[in-house]
């Protein structure tokens, strides 16, 4: 009787771990597929505020190129990330370029940055940082608008000398008790700019697949 009782026991484990082990594998696949479409709609709604739909008839998300590994260490990136183009009737009329600001005030600042084909900033969105909350997270634009005064500036506007926080001997304003955070923000969208100016010919004239991560 023992025997039968420890025989039966174990089948009923070994069926609840069977169980068990199915419901779980089915809760992941799907939490695994609600992630991921979350994360694709918020890598979506991230590029189209840097270049709304209306000026494109293309997917922002498929449409990309690795970065070239001459521009990694100037754009703060340790390894190639999708460089996103934006076009219009085929032709490329922005890019929007993942880049790090390794000098904010608690760490990195994870930025992409919009530029259009004439060199002038679609916009900037910080997309990730550990800056202190009410002075160095006004990166983002829950907390402050002062992000959006990138909007439409160059490399010749306003002269790249004057690419620098007030502070600093240049047009930008920097955080009322916070400098560093703005400070590392501007130099970065800067060196981006001056990547996009740099490697024109690659990202806005070439197909996808003319160059690869080394930049040939």
Known sequence: MLG???SKNSLLLGLFAL?????LAVTNVSTRDRITEA????????LYE????S??????????????????????????ESIHRARKDGRVIAVIVP???PDGYSGDIRLIVGVNRDGSVAGVRALAHKETPGLGDKVDTTKSDWIYSFNDKSLGNPDTEKWKVKKDGGVF????????????????????????????????????????SNGR
Not at 39 to 46: G, L, N, S
Not at 182 to 198: D, F, I, N, S, Y
């Open 99 to 101: 880049a790090v600001a």
């Open 19 to 23: 169980v068990t082990a199915g419901v």
């Open 39 to 46: 994360e694709r709609a918020a890598a979506e709604k991230a």
């Open 173 to 212: 304003d920097q955080f009322t008790g916070a400098t560093i955070t703005p400070r590392a923000v501007t130099g970065q969208v800067k060196r981006v700019l001056q990547q996009v100016a740099e490697h024109r010919t690659l990202l806005f004239e070439l197909p996808a697949d003319a160059g690869d």
């Open 55 to 80: 000026r494109v008839d293309n997917d922002l998300l498929t449409d990309t190129l690795p970065t070239p590994a001459a521009m990694l260490p100037a754009l703060g990136l340790d390894t190639p």
């Open 4 to 6: 039968k009782s420890i």
């Open 50 to 53: 840097l270049v709304p739909a």
